[in-house]
């Protein structure tokens, strides 16, 4: 049998693999086999990640909810799920529900506590002012966020800058 | 630490809020992008250069995959894709990869903490320019939610021959993944570990601090290496390996003919023997340039892009023999 990539060569290695979920095999000469890392000595770890995520979503999402697209994207839920892809910052908002199983399963139940993104001062009346982020006001609603989106590790970071501004 | 640490590299993955991800771009679009982009590197203080990957050779693009300062998905470089590189190539920038914007900061050795000093001072710039796609809960938003949180990746490229030899590094890799780390080859997913080279990374990027994933990089890098050094030790203690490496030496010196995988292999068991003290030849720095200056794009974009496959051993012969002589 011909190697299916090259369609030159004789196959000789067999692979099998998950590719979005979905069970393929491939017959491949050597030479082919090695330029597409089917020979390496260690499990891809990312390579069929979007089979791995797609398969994560079937399980954990036996029905679809809520919206059926994102607005600013147009992905449905079914499109991330083929590709293992998200289509937009809009669409963790849209999806939300359905996505945090998934991440969960990735990284664990957890919130980010990294870095933010820095926000340029901005002068109003000749006083330096944050566009938003560090006025009262501004952390109080984002304290509120936070607790909604049951982010309690950086809603406590707020509350005490809050306190600290307060005092 | 340098006779197992070749360099380290951190990565940060950043997407705009108003543009749809890649998978879902139009080319137009991405082409905005890197526009963008490029207008708000100007004045960052940093100077870049721009490659549009529709606008270059596909060896030009595999001899950036070479040097790591692409990634091998973007080889598959189409309209609206763009790399910025800084004048000494230790920051690249590549535009609507898996993200909108790729930053990556590469050091000789081992240097986590200072490339990701660079990284950092590089994004909260461009962050003032660009609006960044951010979460509370989730952090940067990002196409693969693998790298939702601090969208960050520091690796470290590793030389680990005598862990090889041994194994071990089979049973290491598969207890890494209990530690938020993996192991891979020489040019990152997928790919094969070429002449004992590999990545350490962090994996795990949301509920963990930039600073915390580089500390446990950090702590597994420094662990590591030093079970590298006793299997070292065990190793060249025996005549047949410490023969073996002194033959590679002489094959390196004298061949007038050699591919890329026989030269690495080559390479990398001089690379043991000089670090272990066996050999005094070239220095591990030396060694590592050699390293890179030999693969087969990194060759063809300097003498020539006609160059048959023999044409070009010959060439890596000579520079090899040039370089030990």
């Given at each position: 049998?011909?190697?299916?990539?090259?369609?030159?060569?004789?196959?000789?290695?067999?692979?099998?693999?998950?590719?979005?979920?979905?069970?393929?095999?491939?017959?491949?000469?050597?030479?082919?086999?090695?330029?597409?890392?089917?020979?390496?000595?260690?499990?891809?770890?990312?390579?069929?990640?979007?089979?791995?995520?797609?398969?994560?979503?079937?399980?954990?999402?036996?029905?679809?909810?809520?919206?059926?697209?994102?607005?600013?994207?147009?992905?449905?839920?079914?499109?991330?799920?083929?590709?293992?892809?998200?289509?937009?910052?809009?669409?963790?908002?849209?999806?939300?529900?359905?996505?945090?199983?998934?991440?969960?399963?990735?990284?664990?139940?957890?919130?980010?506590?990294?870095?933010?993104?820095?926000?340029?001062?901005?002068?109003?009346?000749?006083?330096?002012?944050?566009?938003q982020g560090e006025s009262l006001d501004a952390l109080k609603a984002q304290l509120k966020k936070a607790i909604e989106?049951?982010?309690?590790?950086?809603a406590?970071?707020l509350r005490?800058k809050i306190k600290?501004m307060e005092? | 630490?340098?006779?197992?640490?070749?360099?380290?590299?951190?990565?940060?993955?950043?997407?705009?809020?108003?543009?749809?991800?890649?998978?879902?771009?139009?080319?137009?679009?991405?082409?905005?992008?890197?526009?963008?982009?490029?207008?708000?590197?100007?004045?960052?203080?940093?100077?870049?250069?721009?490659?549009?990957?529709?606008?270059?050779?596909?060896?030009?693009?595999?001899?950036?995959?070479?040097?790591?300062?692409?990634?091998?998905?973007?080889?598959?470089?189409?309209?609206?894709?763009?790399?910025?590189?800084?004048?000494?190539?230790?920051?690249?920038?590549?535009?609507?990869?898996?993200?909108?914007?790729?930053?990556?900061?590469?050091?000789?050795?081992?240097?986590?903490?200072?490339?990701?000093?660079?990284?950092?001072?590089?994004?909260?710039?461009?962050?003032?320019?660009?609006?960044?796609?951010?979460?509370?809960?989730?952090?940067?938003?990002?196409?693969?939610?693998?790298?939702?949180?601090?969208?960050?990746?520091?690796?470290?490229?590793?030389?680990?021959?005598?862990?090889?030899?041994?194994?071990?590094?089979?049973?290491?890799?598969?207890?890494?993944?209990?530690?938020?780390?993996?192991?891979?080859?020489?040019?990152?997913?997928?790919?094969?570990?070429?002449?004992?080279?590999?990545?350490?990374?962090?994996?795990?990027?949301?509920?963990?601090?930039?600073?915390?994933?580089?500390?446990?990089?950090?702590?597994?890098?420094?662990?590591?290496?030093?079970?590298?050094?006793?299997?070292?030790?065990?190793?060249?203690?025996?005549?047949?390996?410490?023969?073996?490496?002194?033959?590679?030496?002489?094959?390196?010196?004298?061949?007038?003919?050699?591919?890329?995988?026989?030269?690495?292999?080559?390479?990398?068991?001089?690379?043991?023997?000089?670090?272990?003290?066996?050999?005094?030849?070239?220095?591990?720095?030396?060694?590592?340039?050699?390293?890179?200056?030999?693969?087969?794009?990194?060759?063809?974009?300097?003498?020539?892009?006609?160059?048959?496959?023999?044409?070009?051993?010959?060439?890596?012969?000579?520079?090899?023999?040039?370089?030990?002589?």
């Amino acid at each position: 049998m011909l190697c299916q990539h090259c369609k030159k060569n004789e196959a000789t290695t067999h692979v099998k693999t998950m590719i979005n979920g979905e069970y393929a095999e491939y017959r491949l000469c050597p030479e082919c086999a090695h330029e597409l890392g089917y020979d390496s000595m260690f499990p891809d770890f990312t390579a069929d990640f979007g089979g791995l995520l797609g398969s994560f979503l079937s399980a954990a999402l036996p029905a679809r909810s809520g919206a059926t697209h994102c607005k600013l994207c147009g992905s449905t839920m079914n499109d991330i799920k083929k590709t293992g892809k998200v289509g937009c910052s809009e669409c963790y908002d849209t999806f939300f529900s359905e996505l945090m199983p998934t991440i969960r399963s990735i990284h664990g139940n957890t919130a980010h506590i990294g870095k933010r993104p820095v926000i340029e001062y901005e002068t109003v009346d000749d006083k330096p002012a944050k566009k938003q982020g560090e006025s009262l006001d501004a952390l109080k609603a984002q304290l509120k966020k936070a607790i909604e989106d049951e982010n309690f590790e950086r809603a406590a970071e707020l509350r005490d800058k809050i306190k600290e501004m307060e005092a | 630490m340098s006779e197992a640490v070749v360099s380290t590299r951190v990565r940060l993955a950043r997407n705009l809020k108003e543009y749809p991800f890649p998978i879902r771009l139009s080319a137009d679009r991405a082409k905005e992008i890197v526009e963008k982009i490029d207008a708000a590197l100007k004045d960052c203080g940093i100077r870049f250069h721009r490659i549009d990957l529709g606008a270059v050779s596909e060896t030009m693009k595999v001899a950036l995959l070479e040097r790591h300062l692409i990634s091998p998905d973007f080889v598959r470089g189409q309209e609206g894709r763009a790399v910025f590189l800084s004048d000494d190539n230790s920051i690249s920038i590549m535009v609507n990869e898996e993200d909108h914007i790729r930053l990556q900061v590469i050091r000789d050795g081992f240097e986590p903490d200072e490339a990701y000093e660079i990284a950092d001072k590089l994004d909260s710039e461009l962050s003032k320019k660009l609006d960044f796609a951010y979460h509370e809960k989730l952090g940067y938003l990002t196409q693969c939610p693998t790298n939702l949180g601090t969208g960050m990746r520091a690796s470290v490229m590793l030389h680990l021959p005598a862990l090889e030899i041994t194994g071990a590094v089979h049973r290491i890799g598969s207890n890494l993944s209990k530690l938020g780390l993996t192991i891979r080859g020489l040019y990152g997913e997928s790919t094969k570990p070429v002449g004992a080279f590999f990545q350490l990374s962090n994996q795990v990027t949301l509920g963990i601090s930039e600073k915390a994933a580089i500390a446990n990089l950090k702590n597994i890098t420094t662990q590591l290496i030093s079970q590298e050094m006793k299997a070292r030790e065990n190793l060249l203690s025996k005549i047949e390996v410490e023969d073996k490496i002194a033959r590679a030496l002489g094959v390196l010196k004298t061949a007038l003919v050699i591919d890329h995988s026989e030269a690495m292999s080559l390479l990398s068991l001089v690379r043991l023997g000089v670090a272990s003290k066996k050999l005094s030849t070239l220095s591990t720095d030396s060694i590592d340039r050699l390293i890179v200056e030999i693969q087969p794009a990194t060759i063809m974009t300097k003498y020539g892009e006609d160059m048959t496959p023999q044409e070009r051993d010959i060439k890596r012969a000579d520079m090899i023999r040039e370089r030990f002589n």
